[in-house]
């Protein structure tokens, strides 16, 4: 039976649906921390932080830890899984747009599309400002999104499912509306929680609109960003040996910037 709920609000789930990468992306955050950084990061920052699957995970492993999300729901969360594993770490409800005062921190991640929930290029730019003037100097920026390329199909369709315990998430994402001329797509998300029986425990729909991005967009967006420097750009194998060209054939697309100045 379908709820109202909106999916982000219900983040026992959804972080259940995307958690099967959080270690990967985790090993990853540290490793372009070690790579990149001629400090040793401490601080890390995550805008749009959701469950918190990604804070609890880098706090476990020593950082400090600030995420932000506008779900209070997901914030509350987030607390609660930080209370499981006994560690500690700032998770709070606000706008990934803001900064957030009397701070800094070493490096900064938005990773699986929540950029994209910018949808013009001034809250982009405000949010890139903002987020450059939190970091120290030389301290990274990791955003992992999708691009479309100009001769994508812009149509797309997915079904995956997870199991953890009694617990079966069968995800359904289609693809809606794109317009390259508004640069607007709708991701539209069916959630279906089921027991250990098969039997249907809860349904979510909600539908988010989102900003596409060709790599010149990215280009260009960051050319009005001065504070950052595009350092290299990867795929979601997060292999760090492998740094990509940014261009038209890469789709999952991970980018490292860097502050200056
Ligand atoms: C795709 S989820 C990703 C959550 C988390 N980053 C992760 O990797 O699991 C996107 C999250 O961004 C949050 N979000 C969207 N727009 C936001 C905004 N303007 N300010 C703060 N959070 C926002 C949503 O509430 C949601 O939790």
Not at 104 to 123: G, I, M, Q, S, Y
Not at 130 to 155: F, K, R, T, W
Request: aromatic residues 10%.
């Amino acid at each position: 039976m379908a709820d109202n709920t909106d999916c982000y609000d219900v983040p026992q789930y959804w972080d259940m649906a995307f958690g099967e990468d959080t270690l990967l992306e985790a090993d990853f955050i540290e490793a372009a921390a070690t790579k990149y950084c001629n400090f040793p990061v401490r601080t890390m920052y995550e805008p749009g932080c959701g469950g918190g699957r990604l804070v609890v995970e880098l706090a476990k492993r020593g950082y400090s830890v600030t995420g932000v999300d506008q779900s209070s729901a997901a914030v509350g969360f987030a607390k609660t899984q930080l209370a499981k594993a006994s560690v500690a770490a700032t998770v709070q409800t606000g706008d990934m747009k803001d900064l957030l005062p009397d701070t800094k921190f070493d490096l900064a991640f938005c990773l699986v599309n929540t950029f994209r929930h910018l949808l013009t290029e001034e809250d982009a730019i405000q949010h890139l400002t903002n987020v450059a003037s939190m970091l120290s100097e030389g301290g990274l920026y990791i955003i992992g999104m999708h691009l479309l390329p100009p001769d994508a199909d812009e149509e797309d369709e997915e079904e995956w499912s997870i199991t953890e315990g009694d617990t079966t998430i069968d995800m359904q994402l289609v693809v809606e509306g794109c317009d390259r001329t508004t640069r607007l797509e709708t991701l539209q998300f069916k959630m279906t929680v089921l027991n250990a029986a098969g039997e249907e425990i809860g349904e979510y729909n909600s539908g988010y609109r989102m900003r596409t991005y060709e790599a010149a967009h990215m280009v260009s967006l960051l050319a009005k960003v001065p504070a950052f420097e595009l350092l290299d750009v990867y795929d979601f194998w997060y292999d760090l040996e492998e740094p990509l060209e940014l261009s038209d054939e890469l789709g999952d697309t991970v980018f490292v910037l860097r502050k200056i100045g």
